[in-house]
């Protein structure tokens, strides 16, 4: 028999939660006399000025605490982060990256969510085709944003066949609902080539313009396709002349909609812009970069930070912890895709630091196929087989998206331990940001972080 409320993991030191002698054990009941559906309902009675909380103690002590919170949050972590099972996705999408996995991988990598809890709180998009009217009205009610939506086509009948599921060109009209009620949202269109492209892309993004400034962004990828497709959906990877042209109408409409709107709106993925071998567009074309995690901007926003962090260093402004950079030999490894900005601003930092010789390795994607090229899909096994023999120098520096999220494991589950013992070379994990690659070029005492968070890759560098 399922026990009632949510079991509390821990409690944060110095919070509310602690000074009330809340324990790791305790399960929470309700508030205000409300039983918790999951983290919506959580957050929205937490973020008050106060509440009545009912808190079953371990040793089934039933306690009542009138808490004065003043809208701060009172410091406790649930054993389930949505405080409800995950719910997991109604489609068969023709693209999904999941379906292309090899097999022998770990169960959760199989498991395909579509929730719009991890939307608001994670960044996920969801494709709103297991919502309900109960769920949209929950989104309104407790005015949770921005909510990301996976659109891919405005055409109904095309997304029926796109998502392989016959609401699928129903459920849009959740887009109108959230429209109406002021609800920020930004939009991902996953292009097919053949598909969902040239007027079909037209007309989305044509659709999809009504809902400025609500709808605040929408960003256009282009399938990842892996050499597992085995009896999947026969789709074909852009080339440079569909990139040129999938690119040449989205800046097309960028320039009417910047002209009408102030903002760009719609954008194109760095992909696109490698895949056709163009220039990525100017800093402001990016109108504040709001879809990064979707790799739009990424690359533009790597140029600027480092160029900014080498002036901050050059004006004395900036110090790497007060060490200043010594000779030293080392390397960094990358995907396919970035490799030729990599180098760009390796070239950058070593014109002012001289002394620090790197050598910048890009990794194919032997175990996904040689189509993927993203950083975030490089696996270990990868990593270990083409480093093996080659010039590592005194530490390897590696993409933290190349990790997965929460943990120091790749993809394939071979860890960063084993990859130092494997390539006999200490490995530093670097975050994102042209300040983190600097940083970690000039000092191994900063390179490392902890990577944070738990659902989801992201394709950086």
Same mark, same amino acid.
């Given at each position: 028999m399922k026990q009632k409320g949510h079991r509390i993991r821990s409690v944060d030191p110095g919070s509310i939660a602690e000074e009330l002698e809340l324990e790791a054990g305790d399960r929470l009941l309700t508030i205000n006399g409300h039983e918790i559906e999951d983290i919506f309902d959580y957050e929205?009675? &937490?973020? #008050? $000025? #106060? *509440? &009545? *909380? /009912? &808190? =079953?103690?371990? @040793?089934? @002590? /039933?306690? $009542? /605490? =009138?808490i004065e919170n003043d809208y701060q949050d009172i410091g406790l972590n649930f054993e389930n982060g949505l405080m409800s099972d995950y719910r997991s996705c109604s489609n068969q999408c023709i693209f999904c990256f999941i379906d292309q996995m090899p097999p022998g991988m770990r169960e959760t990598l199989y498991f395909k969510d579509d929730d719009s809890r991890l939307s608001y709180l994670q960044g996920n998009y969801v494709t709103l085709t297991n919502m309900k009217e109960h769920d949209i009205q929950r989104i309104i009610d407790f005015k949770l944003a921005p909510i990301n939506i996976s659109v891919h086509t405005t055409n109904p009948e095309l997304r029926c066949t796109m998502l392989h599921n016959r609401f699928a060109g129903r459920s849009l009209k959740m887009i109108d609902r959230l429209y109406e009620a002021g609800i920020p949202m930004n939009g991902q269109i996953v292009l097919c080539r053949g598909i969902n492209d040239g007027a079909e892309l037209d007309r989305t993004i044509r659709d999809l313009v009504r809902y400025i400034p609500c709808m605040q962004s929408v960003s256009v990828v282009p399938v990842g396709l892996t050499k597992y497709r085995d009896g999947l959906y026969p789709l074909e990877a852009f080339d440079r002349d569909s990139a040129k042209a999938a690119i040449r109408l989205i800046e097309e409409w960028q320039g009417r909609l910047y002209a009408r709107y102030g903002i760009h709106? +719609?954008?194109? #993925? @760095? =992909?696109?812009? +490698?895949l056709a071998e163009q220039e990525m567009p100017e800093e402001e074309r990016y109108d504040g970069y709001p879809q990064l995690e979707n790799g739009v901007g990424m690359l533009r926003l790597l140029d600027t930070e480092v160029t900014e962090a080498l002036h901050a260093i050059d004006d004395g402004s900036e110090m790497v912890k007060g060490v200043e950079a010594e000779e030293e030999e080392l390397s960094l490894a990358n995907g396919l895709l970035a490799y030729p900005h990599m180098k760009k601003h390796i070239e950058k930092i070593r014109e002012r630091y001289p002394q620090k010789t790197v050598h910048l390795y890009a990794i194919r994607n032997d175990f996904f196929g040689t189509a993927i090229t993203v950083a975030g899909l490089v696996t270990g096994q990868d990593i270990k087989k083409q480093l093996a023999g080659q010039k590592l120098g005194s530490r390897l520096l590696l993409p933290a998206c190349m990790f997965r999220n929460g943990e120091e494991v790749f993809l394939d589950d071979v860890s960063r331990q084993e990859i130092e013992i494997a390539l006999q070379v200490p490995v530093n994990i670097v975050k994102s940001s042209g300040q983190d690659l600097v940083n970690a070029i000039l000092s191994a005492d900063v390179a490392d972080v902890v990577v944070h968070g738990e659902y989801e890759l992201r394709d950086e560098y």
């Open positions: 929205y009675y &937490v973020g #008050s $000025e #106060s *509440m &009545v *909380m /009912l &808190v =079953e103690k371990a @040793d089934g @002590d /039933l306690w $009542e /605490l =009138e709106f +719609i954008h194109a #993925s @760095d =992909e696109f812009y +490698i």
